[in-house]
Nanobody
Framework: QVSLVESGGGLVQPGGSLRLSCAAS????????MGWYRQAPGRQRELVAT???????NYAESVKGRFSISRDSGKKAAHLQMNNLKPDDTADYYC??????????????WGKGTLVTVSS
């Protein structure tokens, strides 16, 4: 059993910063943490920042220069440093992982989400 647990969300004023964290738990050898997505009310879930299979990074245009993703060397935990936050960044942020073992290879795993609210 694999689960992804996010932390670090909260309320912040425009221009402020937050750092989100995600950690895999359970059968962690069977999953790599890949990155972050978000979903705002009434909108579809969208990519925020993720690592590619080759180890590079991919960011949404709207967060480039403001957000930075990092990951531990074992690929079992990831962080999202969010600077200069804007009201449009308000959303539930979800950690995403991918299965590695023969029984779950390529399977998507999602955390339950952590809410980020940017408001004055």
């Amino acid at each position: 059993q694999v689960s992804l647990v996010e932390s670090g969300g909260g309320l912040v004023q425009p221009g402020g910063s937050l750092r989100l964290s995600c950690a895999a738990s359970g059968a962690i050898r069977a999953v790599d943490v890949m990155g972050w997505y978000r979903q705002a009310p009434g909108r579809q879930r969208e990519l925020v920042a993720t690592f590619t299979s080759g180890g590079g990074t991919n960011y949404a245009e709207s967060v480039k220069g403001r957000f930075s993703i990092s990951r531990d060397s074992g690929k079992k935990a990831a962080h999202l440093q969010m600077n200069n936050l804007k009201p449009d960044d308000t959303a539930d942020y979800y950690c995403h992982g991918v299965g590695l073992a023969p029984h779950n290879r390529g399977m998507d795993y999602w955390g339950k989400g952590t809410l980020v609210t940017v408001s004055s």
